[in-house]
């Protein structure tokens, strides 16, 4: 994390947690976990009050929602005063607890920068701008200059070290499966109609599998892995956007299907030309993949850090979504250059009497 340290000192039947900020931020608060995710995990926050006391409370959480006083928690921690520092440049919040044997320890953290209005334990805590997972190791031997005892680590390890939990692995299938989904396979659908219609007329076979047959089975899983992560990390569904959008995207995806069916099974009699409902859905299915854009951009940047405290996805992640970005409406603005054929097509096909001159 760039807002804030870990460090743990073992000194005897106790543990000394400092943490600290880097100066990065304005402090507002600071808090770690004993465990691998905010759900059900022990938590100690702190923060500094205007007359220059420090708060300590213990709290958990059953979902990711902001953390409640824990009135009973397994381990009674301890304001560390002589250990912790209010001044501006150099931040620290520091308490004991009991040891429980441990050599290692699995941390969460994070760090807000809005000061609750009050010093109650109980007081109302802004959501995090940043958080994070690591592992300290307790029986790291100390620098001998630096003129403490015990076993301590300057900072918890990066929370990509740390094997994904359960409901993370899910988070990834629903990733992979619905970038898929979305990203290629109704794309490619699209792409299919809208470059072999004028040169075969089996365009319309490619045209269903890939955005029907292909899309449809791996979206629906996507969607349903999506669900089933909530519900194993005990998460609140329909309260950010990126859960919402998600539905709607779903549901959009259903209603473009049946819209293709019917044009494809439903003709309008004695009309001179296209009729609307084809118009209509390809502008609707192009939509429907713009949007999908912005929902696999927020999935990755803003939903994957929110919902698992790990870092960033890698740089090369960003990347290729970029570049798939700008190839897509190339491609098809390509395709574009087909449609004064198509056109003369469907013209002549009209004239000769025939039903069916296009599929879709």
């Given amino acids: ?10 000194n005897g039947s106790t543990v000394n947690y400092v943490m600290s900020s ?12 004993f465990g691998q995710q905010m759900v059900g995990t022990p938590m100690v926050i702190m923060w500094a009050n205007g007359d220059g006391s420090i708060t300590l409370s213990q709290r958990s959480a059953s979902g990711y929602v902001m953390p409640t006083v824990d009135s009973n928690p397994p381990r009674l921690a301890a304001l560390q ?58 029986t790291k031997p100390l620098d001998s200059t630096s003129g403490n005892t015990g076993n301590q680590v300057d900072q918890a390890s990066s929370g990509d070290e740390i094997p994904l939990l359960p409901y993370q692995r899910l988070i990834v299938a629903h990733a992979i499966f619905c970038v898929v989904g979305f990203l290629f396979f109704l794309p490619a659908g699209a792409l299919i109609a809208r470059y072999l219609r004028t040169f ?8 269903w599998v890939s955005q029907f047959a292909l899309a449809g ?17 005990g998460m609140e569904h329909l309260d950010d956007v990126h859960k ?24 309008p009699r ?24 912005y929902q696999v ?10 919902a698992t405290g790990r870092g960033p996805l890698p740089k090369g992640v960003d990347i290729i979504f970029w570049v798939w970005v700008a190839l897509l409406p190339v491609s098809y603005a390509l395709g574009l250059g087909f449609l004064k054929k198509q056109y003369s097509q469907e013209s002549r096909a009209h004239r000769r009497g025939e039903k069916n001159y296009d599929e879709n």
């Fill in 217 to 233: 089975p791996t979206i629906v899983i996507g969607f349903a892995l999506g669900v089933q992560s909530i519900n194993k990390a």
């Fill in 22 to 33: 880097s100066g990065g931020n304005t402090v507002g608060w600071m808090g770690i976990g």
């Fill in 270 to 293: 004695n009309i001179k030309h296209r009729p609307l409902q084809n118009y209509l859905h390809a502008i609707f299915g192009i939509f429907i993949v713009v949007l999908a854009l």
């Fill in 297 to 306: 951009h927020t999935g990755f940047d803003v939903e994957w850090p929110l």
């Fill in 200 to 207: 075969t007329p089996t365009w319309f076979k490619g045209h």
């Fill in 81 to 138: 005063q002589s250990l912790s520092s209010t001044s501006s440049n150099n931040i620290r919040y520091a308490f004991s607890i009991p040891a429980n044997g441990d050599t290692t320890q699995n941390v969460v953290y994070a760090f807000g920068t809005t000061r609750p209005d009050s010093a109650a334990v109980d007081a109302i805590l802004s959501q995090h701008i940043e958080t994070g997972a690591g592992q300290l190791d307790l």
């Fill in 244 to 267: 919402r959008l998600g539905v709607v995207l779903f549901v959009f995806y259903i209603a473009q299907c049946f819209l293709g069916a019917i044009i494809h099974w439903v003709k």
């Fill in 1 to 10: 994390m760039q807002s804030m340290c870990v460090a743990a000192t073992v």
